[in-house]
């Protein structure tokens, strides 16, 4: 039975769904052979036309040039690729409802101008980064909320669920990954009996992200059980651009005042429950009070958008009013990036931080495949004098992504940056801690896909004690990992050779 499950498994079906559609267009091309002079033109001219198209769109430079490289290489099918992976935009379905339910819900986040100018008395540099975020993003700023850092998913596991009972009105997770096992059976299980008492417990998953780890009908399956679910832009087997925007946001929000967000799916792995590759080191940030209106905000306006179902909107804000005096721990301010705009609000957050570092950097994050503006923007911090110190993982999820990681080593080291490995296992965190000052942990990755074609999210931090935390973390975390060298000679020509091309070929992973 389990052989004939595993030969029935969703995965196994999508991909023999892929490999017949391959074999077909390869069918296709044969029978064209006559014609193969006259195919070969029209891609070539297909993709000469892509090539035009990237340069006329209002984006980055870095990441036009990053697509236009491997299609002028490859110009057979290189527009097809791009066609395929490149393209930024959601579908014009999902854009339209988005859209629309994000102009809904912007008249809800509250003013903060006070609040902002009061920063900028402070910090002329960080009240322009909270202004930048408020204005362009329409996320609030925020005092009156406690902040709680975790350095671990085991950490950060049992407070989740001590929140989860004690839910009383609401319950709202979106995941980029469920998988069944210990995390998630603990979490279902409350969620049934939060349902029986009346709560209102949605759920949001990503279905290319939990594509091995959930069975096809998930979604129905816990409607079944009284908990509403939306399985966000279902993956189909068929060679489609609408696949390429996933929604890589990990929210659990509890009647509006709790809220978490960090790396932390659910899943086995990051709890420590099961090994994959060594020790999975990954962060949690646990906010109270006000600020969670943020995520609150993020959440409905991705459910409204896919299955409308609540006009007034007010109706999920919490009152405060009976609970215990309010903890202020420093400027909070929660929030969400989005493919439906040329707003890189992710990366604009991250260049803020490095490009007004003082003393020092500190950054975890599992992958580092950046363009020349961030390379050169961390380059230029440390020949300034600022301590720019990234731990990456010592042992990778995928051996690609980690070449190409490594593959931008020699350039980051040679013009100042401390990089270091985390040889227990595989670190998923992605954070960033600043001078004492200012800190920023979310789900945001270094790399094209969480940077330019992700919906995700993450809480910006100014004078908040978590910021301690978070620095003594790293420091921790950094006496565990090896320093990364400086000459790539160990590598050879060949690895040299494959690091360049993985390089080309970048926006693809």
């Not at 009061?118 to 005092?143: D, S, W």
């Not at 940056?417 to 227990?424: D, Q």
């Not at 004078?463 to 921790?476: E, N």
Request: proline fraction near 4%.
């Amino acid at each position: 039975m389990k052989f004939l499950n595993s030969i029935l498994s969703r995965i196994v079906l999508v991909v023999l769904a892929l490999l017949l559609q391959l074999f077909g267009i390869a069918s296709l091309v044969l029978r064209l052979g006559d014609f193969f002079r006259y195919t070969n033109i029209l891609l070539q001219l297909f993709s000469l036309l892509m090539v035009f198209y990237i340069a006329q769109k209002d984006t980055k430079a870095s990441f036009k040039l990053a697509w236009v490289v491997p299609i002028l290489l490859f110009p057979l099918f290189g527009g097809l690729i791009y066609l395929l992976f490149g393209t930024k935009s959601p579908t014009q379905g999902m854009r339209k409802k988005l859209e629309r339910t994000q102009a809904e819900i912007a008249p809800y986040a509250p003013d903060c101008s006070e609040l902002i100018e009061e920063v900028t008395v402070k910090n002329a540099h960080i009240g322009g980064h909270v202004r930048y975020l408020n204005q362009h993003g329409k996320f609030a700023l925020y005092q009156n909320t406690e902040a709680k850092y975790f350095p671990l998913g085991d950490d950060a596991f049992p407070a989740m669920l001590e929140e989860l009972k004690k839910a009383q009105r609401f319950i709202f997770l979106e995941y980029f990954i469920i998988a069944e096992g210990t995390m998630w059976n603990s979490v279902l299980e409350i969620l049934e009996q939060k349902v029986a008492q009346g709560v209102d417990v949605r759920v949001i998953y990503d279905d290319v992200g939990s594509l091995t780890t959930l069975p096809y009908n998930f979604d129905r399956q816990l409607e079944k059980k009284g908990i509403r679910c939306i399985s966000f832009n279902p993956f189909m087997p068929v060679l489609s651009i609408v696949m390429n925007n996933r929604d890589h946001r990990k929210i659990l929000i509890v009647d509006g005042k709790v809220a978490f967000t960090g790396g932390i799916n659910l899943a086995d792995e990051y709890i420590n429950q099961k090994e994959r590759f060594g020790h999975w080191k990954d962060t949690a940030v646990m906010l109270r009070g006000e600020a969670v209106w943020n995520l609150t905000m993020l959440f409905l306006s991705m459910w409204n958008g896919l299955r409308p179902t609540d006009e007034e909107y007010n109706s999920f804000r919490p009152d405060f009013t009976d609970d215990a005096s309010p903890v202020s721990d420093g400027y909070v301010q929660p929030y969400g990036d989005s493919p439906l705009d040329n707003e890189e609000l992710g990366e604009n957050v991250y260049l803020g931080i490095i490009n007004n570092a003082k003393r020092y950097l500190y950054i975890m994050t599992p992958y580092l495949i950046i363009d020349d503006g961030m390379v050169d923007a961390l380059t230029l911090a440390a020949k300034r004098g600022v301590d720019v110190r990234i731990i990456t993982p010592g042992i990778p999820d995928k051996k690609s992504v980690f070449a190409l990681t490594r593959s931008h080593y020699e350039r980051l080291i040679r013009g100042g940056v401390k990089i270091y490995e985390y040889t227990p296992g595989f670190v998923h965190a992605k954070s960033f801690v600043c001078d004492d000052e200012v800190a920023t942990v979310g789900t945001i990755n270094l790399d094209y896909r969480s940077l330019y074609l992700h919906f995700e999210c993450g809480v910006y931090f100014y004078q908040s004690t978590l910021i301690a935390d978070l620095k003594a973390d790293f420091l921790q975390t950094q006496e565990k990992c090896r320093q990364a060298p400086l000459s790539r000679r160990n590598f050879g020509l060949i690895t040299a050779l494959y690091h360049a091309i993985l390089r080309l070929f970048s926006p693809l992973f």
